[in-house]
């Protein structure tokens, strides 16, 4: 049988080492010049491979429609890909929060593992070849690229989404899809950071990386928390960043008349920069500290307690004169200070570009694809795989993961 992969990322590789295992003749077809451009960027350049979290878990670690990918999940899992690495001579190493890395710490090795395979296989890949057009005709389908036509018996669409469109991801499949009669629901940037109303303060704490912090991000219409999480975070020139960060906007884009809440500064985030500490444990650290500088400015006084670059917006928000000496401040502004600790407040104003974006939300519509297959319901013969549909997940791995396991089920 004659397979036609669309897109030579994780999903579209792996359709096609799949596709290729199971004896059919399978061409590769990839728009850019290289294989793999979007693998090669993830995990800042490391590869965050996939999570070793048991697979069921990797459905609640997908709040886009995880559900979907029951049967994907379980056809290839995490131990699987795994597997495929070490043959491959890749060995891999875990690291906190359940990451999976390949030893080396580049990306590249992950790659080379997904290339040699296609070459043992005799893959026939298609460079620099943009598809403008799938069509049925006879039964069969025809892919038109900018300067040939090939004919397959099967088809797998699997170009990603629309979020870093230098790696070639800029949503072509999803024309294609709607030309042959798919819903693709509506585009948005998910695992994205977030822009700041508070930009001045955003600015100044620029490039501060913060560890073991916890975040809450509440809708302050209803008063409900959108989400929590415990980790990293970055502060950046429009905003906020960082793990923690990217995870919640996966939520908050799903929030009711997100736009609206947005324009109305109605979405803030809540930082607690010492979670390890209660209120009063906290105030006992801070009366501790006081002591030891008690003749000091107030403005030298937490150095033991914040990074440097944090200290001057925590004077200016605490409200308390910097040229006051410590054993001057009163027990109102010392508390007023740890509720500021414990409660910093940064109200988010909008997400940053799609382009900006680690994954794409939104795709071709579940209800027109088989869970069990990755077939397509409308169009016999097609077949869909990783960024393209309707399905995302939080950071660390999990996106990955859904790329291999929609890609093998399609390919096989």
């Known amino acids: 049988m004659k397979v036609i992969v669309i897109g030579g990322g994780p999903a579209g590789m792996m359709s096609a080492i799949a596709a290729a295992e199971n004896g059919n003749n399978v061409i590769l077809i990839e728009k850019m010049e290289s294989l793999g451009r979007k693998l090669l960027i993830t995990g800042k350049g490391r590869c965050n491979i996939t999570s070793s979290l048991p697979i069921e878990e990797f459905i609640t670690n997908t709040p886009g429609n995880g559900q979907f990918l029951y049967s994907a999940f379980k056809n290839y899992t995490n131990q699987n890909i795994i597997e495929f690495l070490n043959k491959q001579g890749l060995k891999i190493k875990e690291e906190r929060g359940n990451r999976i890395f390949p030893i080396t710490d580049k990306s590249l090795d992950v790659l080379k593992c997904f290339k040699n ?218 508390k007023n200070l740890v509720k500021l600790l414990k409660n910093f407040e940064i109200y988010i104003k909008n997400f940053r570009p799609i382009e900006e974006a680690i994954i794409t939300s939104g795709g071709i519509n579940i209800k027109e694809i088989n869970p069990k297959t990755m077939e397509s319901k409308l169009v016999k013969g097609l077949y869909f795989a990783g960024e393209i549909i309707d399905v995302d997940s939080y950071t660390g791995g999990f996106n990955l993961q859904i790329a291999y396991s929609t890609g093998y089920t399609a390919g096989k």
């Open 117 to 334: 395979r296609l070459k043992d296989l005799k893959v026939n890949i298609k460079y620099n070849s943009k598809v403008v057009d799938i069509i049925l005709k006879n039964n069969k389908l025809q892919v038109k690229t900018e300067n040939e036509t090939f004919e397959g018996d099967k088809v797998i669409l699997a170009t990603g989404g629309k979020s870093y469109p230098l790696t070639g991801s800029t949503g072509d499949g999803y024309k294609l899809a709607e030309k042959l009669g798919h819903t693709v629901t509506k585009i948005k940037a998910s695992l994205v950071p977030l822009e700041s109303y508070n930009k001045k303060d955003c600015q100044n704490l620029q490039g501060l990386s913060l560890k073991n912090i916890k975040i809450e991000l509440i809708n302050l219409q209803n008063n409900k928390t959108i989400y929590e999480d415990f980790g990293e975070m970055v502060f950046t020139h429009f905003g906020v960043s960082g793990p923690t960060i990217l995870s919640s906007s996966a939520h908050v884009i799903r929030e009711k008349n997100i736009d609206n809440l947005l324009k109305e500064k109605k979405i803030i985030l809540k930082i607690d920069f010492k979670p390890a500490l209660t209120e009063e444990k906290l105030d006992n650290r801070i009366l501790r500290d006081f002591e030891e500088v008690k003749n000091k400015q107030f403005k030298n006084s937490l150095d033991k307690l914040l990074p440097q670059k944090l200290i001057p917006v925590i004077i200016e928000r605490a409200n308390i004169n910097p040229n006051k000496k410590v054993n001057e401040i009163t027990k109102i502004e010392r």
